[in-house]
Each structure stands twice: as C-alpha cells, then as structure tokens.
C-alpha cells in the first residue's frame, strides 16, 4: 500500500460559443482544472481534484507544478492508507515531527492558496484510494448517509432582467425546487441587481428557492443597499456579499443583513472558517474540497458548521471528482440541507466520469461505487491535458 507515484494533470475542456456565459470573471470560453492520480506499489489508482481558481477558468501550471515537483515526491514510499499523517507531512514540511510531538500545527509558508490547493487534489485521491481499496464509498467509510436522497440547488443564473425569468425557469422545468444567480459588480450597479432579482422572483413565483451569488464583489455599503432592497423576495441565502479579504467588512453585512449569509469558497483551511465563524460573519458555510485543504479539512470544517449550529453547503462548482467529494461530505454532516449543482457548460461534470451523474430531476443521490464513485475516463484526460 506504499504509493509509488502521484501526478497531477492541468485538463482544459473548451465551452462550445453558444453555451458560455459572462459573469465578473470574464466571457468563460473553457472550464479548467487539475486531476491528481495517486498510485500505490500494487497498482491501484486514487483520482482527485485540485483548483486554481473558484470560477470555471483558471491556469493550472502552478498546482500541477506543486503536485508533481513539491508535495507528490515528498510522498512517495509512504503508507497510501495513513492520510492525516499525509496531510500533516504537506503542510507542516520538515517540522511535521514537531507537529506531531506537540500536538499543534507548525505551518511552512504555503499555509493558503494554491499550496493548500494542491494539497486538497493529494488528499482527495488519497481518500478515494482507500476507499476503493477497502470496495466501500468514503461516504460509508465516513459513518454513511444521513439520508438516501439530497435537494440540488441549479447554480446559474446569468442573464439580465429581461432573460433571467427564462433561464432560471429553464432549471425549475429541469426539476429542480432551488436555483441560484449572479449579482454583484457584473450589473454595473446595485440598482440593476435589485430589478435582475425582482424579475425572477415575479417569474419563478413565491415557491421556488432563490439564492444570490455576489462573487465577493459589492463594497460592504453596497451589499447592504441590496439586501435591503431585495429583503422582501424571500431570499433563501446572500452569497460572498463582500471580498473574502474583509472580514470586518463581512460581519457588518451579515450583522445588518436579513438574509442569511454564505461564504467559505475562497478560504482555506479550518482556520480561515474559524475566522469566519468567530467574527460572526456568515450563516452558510461552503467549503470547496478541491481548494480549502480536502476532504481531510472539509471533515474539520464540517464539524465547525455542526458544533456552531451553522449550515454547510460545500461549494461545488469543478469536476465531477471535487462534486462528489463535496456532495459526500453534505450526505456524512447533519449541517447540510442542499447541494449546489452546476447549470454552466462543464465537460467535467458531466462527460470526464465513466459513471452515471447521481443528480436526476433536482436530487442529488448518495454515492454508492468505491471511493468518491468517480473514475476519470483515460481517453477524455488524454484528449484535454494541456501538456
Ligand atoms: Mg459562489
């Protein structure tokens, strides 16, 4: 069970023309991102998945270059099955021995962004790796599902006042009961937010769930004009209101805002949710398990939202690899309700795994095949490595 090799691959699938979407990152013309494959002496193979950026597109070479040249080698000929001793090795570097020794964490410098990233992929191809050694799901290996089925929320929601009514509707008429839009500096002002959201609460009606997606973009005065003025639409969340880099800004949104509040895709680690927590700046808690640090730190995280009373909504927006793992930890915590499901273009999702998609009609199964139930197919990574 020693791990012979791990390697990570930048996988760039471009977005046909007419099914790319603006938001504040730009016209998205290719969802991207890193697959990690960790092998051990015996041949079995563990997939996960890191990123480089939280919205579709982002270059890779850097986490893969961390993968294959940083953290992979300092790995090989350890024990595949020992994955807290792995996570502690990457993040701790040489002082993982005092880590150990005193019960506390000794960071080297890469104690967030795409080091931790990195770390995220390893950690989750080690996880699916022992479940696939052991033939039973992480899910199971994790106290197993809570319940057999989970609400998918659609992720989406682009267009402007005029076509939101429609597109949004589109994912009700796909079955799902909960569907999420943009807002945020993309409309130019808080005023163009407010009629985007007031046009599809006139569309959907008065039972369907909408969140809110700010991107991190609105000043905190800003974010607090909108949730004012959108308090009456029966907002089920108000999603990274303010940048993920002010907190005080954070707290004052969420004390002053009506609406609960989501954040946690842009942070790292335990810590970073810690931070959150303590400063009394969020409601929904939406770990990314192929950024904050893995499912190793997704479990910690999941425990903060538990022990706080606060919901946890991993955020699922990559592959199908960083969808399962996240919708894996939903189905183990007694903090999650929802699951996020992406309605953007993305070969990822729905055209890399050899399996079925366990989302069927706005609900979300338990995953049930050995490890996170996802295996890559060869020819697609083949086909859209950027090498
Ligand atoms: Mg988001």
Redesign the pocket.
């Known amino acids: 069970m020693l791990i012979r090799s791990i390697r990570a691959r930048w996988v760039q699938c471009g977005i046909p023309a007419d099914q790319q979407h603006v938001s504040d990152f730009g016209l998205i013309t290719s969802f991207d991102t890193a697959i990690i494959s960790v092998e051990t002496e015996d041949g079995l193979v563990g997939w996960g998945e890191a990123k480089a950026a ?1 919205g579709s597109a982002g270059g890779c070479q850097a986490v893969v270059a961390a993968v294959n040249h940083e953290l992979g080698p300092s790995l090989i000929g350890r024990d595949a099955t020992q994955i807290t001793g792995a996570w502690d090795a990457m993040y701790n570097g040489p002082r993982a021995g005092y880590a150990t020794e005193r019960g506390r964490a000794f960071p080297i410098l890469g104690r967030r962004g795409l080091v931790v990233s990195a770390m995220s992929g390893i950690d989750m191809a080690l996880w699916d790796l022992l479940g696939r050694r052991l033939d039973v799901s992480v899910l199971d290996l994790w106290g197993g599902p809570r319940q057999p089925t989970m609400p998918a929320y659609a ?1 989406g929601g682009w267009a402007d006042a005029e076509g939101i009514g429609a597109q949004l509707g589109g994912y009700v008429a796909a079955g799902f009961a909960s569907v ?1 839009m ?1 807002v945020g500096v993309m409309d130019g002002d808080v005023a163009t937010s407010v009629a985007r959201v007031e046009a599809a609460r006139h569309a959907l009606g008065p039972e369907v769930e909408i969140m809110v ?1 700010a ?1 991190g973009t609105y000043s905190p005065p800003e974010a607090l004009r909108f949730a004012a003025a959108v308090a009456h639409l029966g907002l089920r969340w108000f ?2 209101p303010v940048s993920a880099d002010d907190l005080v800004g954070a707290r004052r949104v969420r004390a002053a805002s009506p609406i609960a509040i ?1 954040a946690g ?2 942070v790292f680690t335990r810590f970073d949710f810690r931070d959150l927590i303590s400063n009394e700046a969020v409601d929904v808690l ?1 770990p990314d398990l192929a950024i904050c640090g893995g499912p190793s730190e997704g479990r910690r995280i999941a425990a903060l939202a538990e022990t706080h009373q606060l919901e946890l909504a991993p ?1 699922c ?1 990559g592959s199908a690899l960083s969808f399962s793992a996240g919708v894996s930890l939903a189905f183990a915590s007694s903090a999650s309700r929802i699951v ?1 499901y992406s309605l953007g273009a993305n070969p990822l999702l729905h055209d890399m795994p050899e399996e079925q998609s366990t989302v069927r009609d706005g609900v979300v199964h338990a995953p049930t095949g050995p490890g996170f139930g996802v295996t890559p197919r060869l020819d697609f990574l083949d086909e859209y490595e950027v090498k």
């Open positions: 939280v992720s999420k943009r997606d991107h999603e990274e989501a895709e842009s939406q955020h927006w996020e």
